[in-house]
């Protein structure tokens, strides 16, 4: 069965770093997001994209967050300078369509510590 | 503006008994519910989802969950509960009329004894 694969698994960080987290969504899917879940808490939209366009970000998502799909297959969420907040567990996911109904299948997430 | 409630923080079970799991939800247009599970340092992955048409829903694992709009709720159960059903179950709503982005509930931790 198709999944969502994402990498690195973990990474840590030092604060004011940039970091990159690389998803690689399911392969007919054209419509992707990142989530993230602070530990412990409920797990948070940060943004939508499509067609090489942000459809819709949360408050969270502010100018120090990026995302970029470079090539055909991969689908990135870069983090410019980090801050000890930014430390949760990132999740992509992926759609077929953006119609509500749609199942977004999410991959198994990238365990960002910064320090 | 979307939201989810999930009222108990845990739930406790024995193996063998039935399982609920409770979800409310509020969203200005259509609702379209999902039911996720997290095991321990994984991701999400999807047990079943609310469309349309019939008011219960079967998914993966023997779980379903019942639709009510009346009472805004779509409740995960099932008849019978394992001891590796044990996880962090998250209830989901998108609205159907500005479709997106998911909203999740704070999250249910599942614990069936043997």
């Known amino acids: 069965e198709p999944e969502v694969t994402q990498t690195p698994s973990h990474q840590v960080t030092q604060m004011g770093q940039e970091v990159i987290l690389r998803c690689v969504p399911i392969?007919?899917?054209?419509?992707f997001y990142w989530y993230r879940q602070i530990l412990g808490q409920k797990v948070e939209f940060l943004v939508s994209?499509?067609?090489?366009?942000?459809?819709?970000k949360s408050e969270i998502f502010d100018d120090q967050f990026s995302v970029e799909r470079p090539d055909g297959s991969n689908f990135t969420l870069k983090i410019r300078s980090t801050k000890l907040e930014d430390s949760a567990m990132y999740f992509c996911?992926?759609?077929?369509?953006?119609?509500?109904?749609?199942?977004?299948?999410f991959g198994p997430g990238t365990r960002l510590l910064v320090l | 503006a979307q939201s989810v409630a999930q009222p108990e923080d845990q739930v406790n079970v024995a193996e063998g008994n039935p399982l609920t799991v409770k979800c409310t939800y509020s969203?200005?247009?259509?609702?379209?519910l999902f039911w996720y599970v997290q095991y321990p340092n994984r991701g999400l992955q999807f047990l079943l989802k609310y469309i349309t048409g019939d008011n219960l829903v079967k998914g993966s694992y023997g779980f379903e969950a019942e639709f009510n709009k009346s009472q805004t709720s779509f409740h995960l159960k099932k008849p019978s509960a394992l001891v590796s059903d044990s996880a962090l179950y998250f209830c989901a709503v998108r609205d159907g009329d500005n479709a997106g982005k998911s909203t999740f509930g704070d999250g249910t931790t599942l614990t069936v004894k043997p």
């Open positions: 392969s007919n899917h054209l419509y």
């Open positions: 969203v200005s247009g259509n609702p379209y």
């Open positions: 996911a992926s759609s077929e369509s953006s119609e509500g109904w749609e199942t977004q299948y």
């Open positions: 994209f499509y067609n090489n366009e942000i459809s819709e």
